[in-house]
């Protein structure tokens, strides 16, 4: 019942852009969870790249600082990501994640998106 349902990416090339949307089911009450993006390729861990929390405080990565921006529609249920700058190592597969904070780190939750390849070549 309760899920995430991921949206976007795609082929681009080096310094192209792509605009990743987390859209949650009418069962989660949205405005209550820290929105998350990971990232994962083969052979490496997940990867936390961005935070927000639901009053829209952000964090990111430092690799993708002033590249990737994270914002959330409490109304629409739905986060972003918008990932612009795109360089060949943020090829990964993106996933989408509901949770919360504790002492100031983000401690994933058990609402996954299911996963959207992101593939950044010339």
């Known amino acids: 019942q309760a899920q995430l349902k991921q949206s976007g990416g795609g082929l681009v090339q080096p310094g192209g852009s792509l605009r990743l949307s987390c859209a949650g089911s009418?069962?989660?009450?949205?405005?209550?969870?820290?929105m998350a993006w990971y990232r994962q390729t083969p052979g490496k861990q997940r990867e936390l790249v961005a935070t927000?929390?639901?009053?829209?405080?952000?964090g990111y990565l430092d690799s993708v600082k002033g590249r990737f921006t994270i914002s959330r529609h409490n109304a629409a249920k739905t986060v972003y990501l918008q990932i612009d700058i795109l360089k060949p190592d943020d090829t990964a597969v993106y996933y989408c994640?509901?949770?919360?904070?504790?002492?100031?780190?983000?401690?994933?939750?058990?609402?996954w998106g299911q996963g959207t390849q992101v593939t950044v070549s010339s």
């Open positions: 994640n509901a949770g919360t904070f504790l002492n100031s780190e983000y401690r994933p939750g058990d609402y």
């Open positions: 009418p069962g989660i009450i949205f405005p209550i969870y820290a």
């Open positions: 927000i929390t639901p009053d829209g405080d952000t």
